[in-house]
T-cell receptor, first 116, second 109 residues
């Protein structure tokens, strides 16, 4: 238990569906992150929020839409996804939002997404 | 471009010692992290190095050479529960983490 929870743990959706992933952190951190993890590939940073403000958007397609209503909650809204979007989506949080070198990230267990 | 290299897979025997290497080329350096990830679980923090040398934490040690762009994670007295993927990540000059693809470690009895 890392203090970061994600729901759902598994999700199967069709290309025309709309769904949302939810992340919640109980650590009092100021920054939250969405990552995509595909087999045998490095973690891909998708979005970063610092104090509820989006500070990074690494050229992510618009079919992925993040939302951060407060510093404890983060959502990833999904619509008209493609089969190549099937992956493990990880949420993480950290204290300083990447403003210090030792800013350790705490990860949730991830959502395993399958797009049919 | 920025790049982190680590072996894709390694196999070791229970009770033995294994060293997982990581080499990096990044724009700037603000520290190197090692994370452990069991199958189907969250990555969890193992170590952080920002100065050259060896950091020891129980059965796990991590070494850094900034001049060589090189780190290793040393696992001693291997246990079956150490079977996992080990992720190397470097924080660049913008304080963004650059990740390696991970090394899958298989422990055999």
């Amino acid at each position: 238990e890392t203090g970061v929870t994600q729901t759902p743990r598994h999700l199967v959706m069709g290309m025309t569906n709309k769904k949302s992933l939810k992340c919640e952190q109980h650590l009092g951190h100021n920054a939250m992150y969405w990552y995509k993890q595909s087999a045998k590939k490095p973690l891909e940073l998708m979005f970063v929020y610092n104090f509820k403000e989006q500070t990074e958007n690494n050229s992510v397609p618009s079919r992925f839409s993040p939302e951060c209503p407060n510093s404890s909650h983060l959502f990833l809204h999904l619509h008209t996804l493609q089969p190549e979007d099937s992956a493990l989506y990880l949420c993480a949080s950290s204290q300083d939002g990447g403003t210090s070198g030792s800013d350790e990230q705490f990860f949730g267990p991830g959502t395993r997404l399958t797009v049919l | 471009g920025q790049n982190i290299d680590q072996p894709t897979e390694m196999t070791a025997t229970e009770g033995a010692i294994v060293q997982i290497n990581c080499t990096y080329q990044t724009s700037g350096f603000n520290g190197l992290f090692w994370y452990q990830q069991h199958a189907g679980e969250a990555p969890t923090f193992l170590s952080y190095n920002v100065l050259d040398g060896l950091e020891e934490k129980g059965r796990f040690s991590s070494f850094l050479s900034r001049s060589k762009g090189y780190s290793y994670l040393l696992l001693k007295e291997l246990q079956m529960k150490d079977s996992a993927s080990y992720l190397c990540a470097v924080m660049d000059s913008n304080y963004q983490l650059i990740w390696g693809a991970g090394t899958k470690l298989i422990i055999k009895p």
